[in-house]
């Protein structure tokens, strides 16, 4: 493994105080590493270490630098510029932007169908950009892809588009007949094996496409708007039997998409593409609570009914006529989990004496996680509303004073 | 009129020859313009300079033997006919040149064909580590076959009209009959049985053609 230049020591090996704590692989290649890092006497040898948060994660996917330019000099039009991005092992990471913000490049260039103009792509270990045009070939059955508009042989029936990839590398017959009938099985279109895909409803075309993906085994599964093209209901259908593959086979699923609801579906993390480059990312939870970026905020409340338009009617409506020695604050609420189901707004107030109305709420989930976030306006003595809030925070909920 | 007089077993003869030459014929066609289209296709989507060279080679080749018109092949080749299959005449002579004036056409036929196949299935086999011959093989000819079917049908109905060009020079077949016994000697009932015959013909190969398009087609 140390020979070849296109392998490197993966963050298999999370450090926390340089101390070997990951699982997956033996602190040999750890102190291999370090040792080889200090001397630098293996200049082919590409050595990285990450400082991980300590729960042993994986990076299945690395993208170092990338960047992407169409057409020349002149005429150059950048679709990414040094885009870095990690996603690890086991994960469902979403990726949301505009169109034209560079997503789909930024997933086409996962699997080298578009070949970045800068930077390194790393998929399990393995630098891609250095490969030879048949090295690369042999790693791409190892990604598997879906797409849009489902590109199925139109002229092959289901069983022959599944057992496409198999056929590719020579499996014997009776290997593809077991596998095609388990990935079949796995997507629920046994019946439909020798219909050709015209005979197929759009649900059911991505899910042949999801069949024909996994059939090889890949240590990835790259959806490109996987769900753009299907109504809501189909669109849920197909993310519930995502969902279920990442949790049976442990698949990390990279994912773009320009809309939040697939990402607070499934993702367990998210990166916000914008022009390009990632202006934000982190744990869906958060970015979906606290959005930071302009554009990722533009996505959340869009998301929820009414979207921007509900939020500044609020806002402008939100004062209203007081007696004397009453004062009011306008506050977002957020909580996450179980404190969604307790009483502790109704339980606070009734102990501070403050009254409060609610102008906007959501309350909802993020893969399966409860959460709700209300625009409440308090209205009593100011001390006794300062007290309110401090008890909401001492209770966990985040609290974000508007005005 | 009188048909009495018709020697038929010598319409039998040139039917016969005919059928023979467009056999013939349209097999090396198909044998040579398939790759060529698809050499063409894929050298033509190309971003390599070398494959875009290629391309243009190829093209300019194509486009000239598809401008000189087939009675001056015809001619023009007889030096190479002989060399090839010992005549120029007959059955034998005039496979050659037919082949020659019809692979550029059913070429461009195929290019035109494989334009059609949807870029985001190639996309697909490519992201499943398909190499360049896998997806010719197993993604193209198969999602253009309908497609090439009719191309092959219309290349072949073209070749029933050249081989009646080729009796002006004695090609053997149907044309040499018209043109030998119906222009030269006015025998209107031989010319009217092989213009007929050749009609009846071409109806035929229209129609099992669209038959094996619409056979073949799954969309």
């Known amino acids: ?403 | 009129m009188d048909f009495s007089k018709v020697r038929w077993e010598e319409v039998g003869t040139a039917s016969i020859e005919t059928l023979q030459i467009l056999a013939v014929s349209g097999l090396f066609t198909v044998l040579l313009g398939l790759p060529l289209g698809v050499i063409l296709f894929m050298t033509g989507r190309s971003a390599s300079p070398s494959s875009k060279l290629t391309y243009i080679i190829l093209s300019v080749i194509v486009n000239i033997l598809r401008s000189v018109p087939f009675i001056i092949l015809i001619v023009a080749l007889i030096p190479f006919t002989r060399t090839l299959v010992g005549t120029a005449t007959g059955v034998l002579g005039v496979i050659p040149p037919l082949v020659i004036s019809a692979a550029p056409y059913f070429a461009r036929l195929v290019e035109n064909t494989l334009r059609e196949v949807d870029r985001g299935v190639i996309e697909a086999a490519q992201a499943m580590g398909a190499s360049t011959a896998q997806i010719v093989r197993r993604v193209l000819l198969p999602e253009a076959l309908p497609g090439l079917l009719a191309g092959i049908t219309i290349t072949i109905v073209t070749l029933v009209s050249y081989t009646a060009m080729a009796g002006m020079v004695g090609g053997g077949g149907l044309g040499t009959l018209a043109i030998n016994y119906g222009y030269y000697r006015y025998q209107n009932e031989i010319m009217i049985i092989s213009v007929v015959s050749m009609i009846i013909l071409v109806q035929l190969l229209q129609m099992i053609g669209d038959r094996l398009v619409i056979y073949f087609t799954r969309k």
């Open chain 1, 1 to 403: 493994m140390l020979g070849a230049n296109s392998y490197r020591i993966m963050l298999h090996m999370i450090l926390a105080d340089e101390k070997v704590i990951s699982r997956e692989e033996p602190s040999l290649y750890l102190q291999r590493a370090l040792f080889l890092r200090r001397t630098g006497s293996f200049p082919f040898l590409r050595v990285k270490i990450y400082v991980g948060d300590g729960e042993g994660a994986v990076l299945v996917i690395e993208l170092v630098g990338l960047t992407k330019t169409y057409g020349r000099r002149t005429k150059a039009t950048t679709a990414l510029s040094h885009l870095d991005l990690k996603i690890q092992k086991g994960e469902i990471f979403g990726v949301i932007g505009h169109s034209g913000a560079g997503k789909s490049t930024l997933i086409r260039c996962i699997n080298l169908l578009e070949r970045p103009t800068e930077g390194e792509v790393w998929v399990d270990g393995i630098n891609l950009t250095e490969l030879s045009k048949s090295e690369l070939q042999q790693q791409r059955r190892k990604i598997g892809m879906i797409f849009q508009h489902f590109n199925l042989l139109s002229s092959a029936t289901v069983y022959d588009n599944v057992a496409f990839p198999l056929k590719l590398v020579n499996t014997p017959k009776d290997a593809i007949d077991r596998k095609v009938k388990e990935m079949l099985a796995l997507v629920g279109l046994e019946q439909h094996s020798s219909k050709y895909p015209a005979q197929l409803s759009g649900g059911q075309k991505q899910r042949v496409g999801i069949a024909r993906a996994l059939a090889s085994d890949p240590s990835v599964l790259l959806c490109d708007e996987a769900t753009s093209a299907l109504d809501p209901q189909t669109t849920n259908s197909i993310l519930k039997l995502l969902l279920d593959i990442n949790e049976k086979y442990n698949l990390t699923i990279v994912l773009i998409t320009h809309e939040m609801h697939v990402i607070q579906n499934i993702c367990d993390r998210v990166a916000v593409i914008h022009q390009g480059g990632i202006v934000e990312q982190g744990p869906v939870t958060e970015v979906f609570m606290k959005p930071q970026h302009a554009i990722t905020r533009d996505f959340v409340s869009r998301d929820s009914e009414g979207g921007l338009a509900l939020e500044e009617t609020v806002m402008a409506n939100a004062e209203t006529e007081l007696p004397a020695g009453i004062s009011s604050k306008l506050v977002k609420v957020s909580f996450l989990g179980n404190k969604t189901y307790e009483a502790i707004l109704s339980r606070t107030v009734r102990k501070t004496g403050v009254d409060f109305a609610i102008l906007q709420g959501t309350i909802s989930t993020i893969k399966q996680v409860p959460y709700g976030q209300l625009t409440v306006r308090f209205e009593g003595d100011s001390a006794a509303i300062e007290q309110t809030l401090s008890e909401l925070t001492a209770e966990g909920l985040d609290v974000e004073v508007l005005r």
